[in-house]
């Protein structure tokens, strides 16, 4: 039996979470409901959903609120796409601090909807040709870190893991997988988010700043992550593969 992509309206606006939901089941997805955060958790007690579509202005605990608890959880691992009222860069730039893996602004067609929500899936269940490994999956060692590629857990030198988010470990992935190279703002955001950037897109310094923060590494004297001026980014560390991941 094929399966079917479940998806996650979290949206207090009824006649939106409606309109979504027919229009998804219409395209060969299954779509679950909720009004708020609570309403959210009570779905997430039944299973793990494919993906959440996340209202930033929701009333009481905020969209934003609730992607960082989920980036603390145990749905960490599950995409978020971020519906914003406002296109305001603060308020996209903000979402993606917070975790989210993608933005849309409102108002917004349900076509594009779902073209992102589609586009989000691939990345999040894919890695691009040119990231892909043929050896098994592994565990990478750089620096005092190390990467298990099979659950996709980061663990310090004490074995302590550290959460990541999907946008995260891809970008963690390109860097281990291209250690001494130079990589521009572009061909970044191409490799984890499968798309092109244009001159205002700050969301690859958002995601490097953040994982520099998980990485603990330090901007003005980097370990890991060294910035370029007018270039991009270099993965300084080297990488080398403990062993085949169990």
Partial sequence: MENIDHVLIVDDDRGIRELLAAYLEKNGMRASLAANGRQMRAVLEQGAPDLIVLDLMLPGEDGLAICRDLRAGKFRSVPVLMLTARSEETDRIIGLEMGADDYLAKPFAVRELLARIRAVL??????????????????????????????????????????????EYRLLRVFLDHPQRVLTREQLLNLTQGRQSDPFDRSIDLLVSRLRQRLLDVAREPRYIKTLRSEGYVFSAAVSVLGEAQ
Avoid: K
């Fill in 122 to 167: 691939r990345r999040a269940r894919m890695l691009p040709v040119n990231m892909q490994v043929t050896e098994a999956a592994q565990i990478l060692s750089f620096g005092d870190w190390r990467l298990d590629t099979t659950a996709r857990h980061l663990l310090d030198a004490d074995g302590t893991m550290v959460a990541l988010s999907g946008a």
